[in-house]
């Protein structure tokens, strides 16, 4: 079993920076890819980015990628995401999690384990 707890998120303005961490508890989830996602109200939860196993790959969403960053510290446990020029789009509650597989999935249905989210609030 996996327990994941995000921190990290806050109120920021427009074109400024965030970094969100998961702190994921068992010595399992090293084998295990993880992802970031986020669900913003009324619309359905989207991947975000995705890091294989050993932090080697990474996988990222159009809307985001070249501003955010997905690391990981396999020794610490801990996943991150540094968010840069965020922008008022994505304000939206981001959910770690972890998969089973060596190698992240950019599908919500694949993840094992799912923290409870950290709201990130963006104002223009």
């Known amino acids: 079993q996996v327990q994941l707890v995000e921190s990290g998120g806050g109120v920021v303005q427009a074109g400024g920076s965030l970094r969100l961490s998961c702190a994921a508890s068992g010595r399992a989830f090293t084998n295990y890819a993880a992802g970031w996602f986020r669900q913003a109200p009324g619309k359905e939860r989207e991947f975000v980015a995705g890091i294989s196993y050993n932090g080697i790959a990474a996988i990222y969403s159009d809307s985001v990628k070249g501003r955010f960053t997905i690391s990981r510290v396999n020794a610490k446990n801990t996943v991150s995401l540094q968010m840069n020029s965020l922008k008022p789009e994505d304000t939206a509650l981001y959910y770690c999690?972890?998969?089973?597989?060596?190698?992240?999935?950019?599908?919500?249905?694949?993840?094992?384990?799912w923290g409870q989210g950290t709201q990130v609030n963006v104002s223009s």
């Open positions: 999690a972890a998969d089973e597989a060596l190698y992240s999935s950019t599908y919500s249905v694949d993840y094992d384990y």
